[in-house]
Nanobody, 121 residues
């Protein structure tokens, strides 16, 4: 069993910053790609940022230059630094990780429970 736990969401004013964390626990052998998605009310879930096992990153056009994804493999953690936040960034943010487990020896996509980010004055 693998569990992803997110933290760091909250209410912030436009222009503010937040740092989201997602820590994995369980029978983990290795991490493959990891990423952050978000879902606003009435909208589909969308990819915000992703990072490969070797650290290559990819961002949605709407967050380029404002958000930064990073990972600490020793801590089984992926981060998302959110800067220059806008009201349209308001959404539930979900962590996703492709993890190879020790048993069964397989790679599977796992999701966190989500953390709310609200940008409002």
């Amino acid at each position: 069993q693998v569990r992803l736990v997110e933290s760091g969401g909250g209410l912030v004013q436009p222009g503010g910053s937040l740092r989201l964390s997602c820590t994995a626990s369980g029978s983990i052998a290795s991490f493959n790609a990891m990423g952050w998605y978000r879902q606003a009310p009435g909208k589909q879930r969308e990819l915000v940022a992703s990072i490969t096992a070797v650290g290559s990153t990819n961002y949605a056009d709407s967050v380029k230059g404002r958000f930064t994804i990073s990972r600490d493999n020793a801590k089984n953690t992926v981060y998302l630094q959110l800067n220059s936040l806008k009201p349209e960034d308001t959404a539930v943010y979900y962590c996703n990780a492709n993890i190879r487990t020790t048993w069964p020896p397989a790679s599977t996509n796992y999701w966190g429970q989500g953390t709310q980010v609200t940008v409002s004055s």
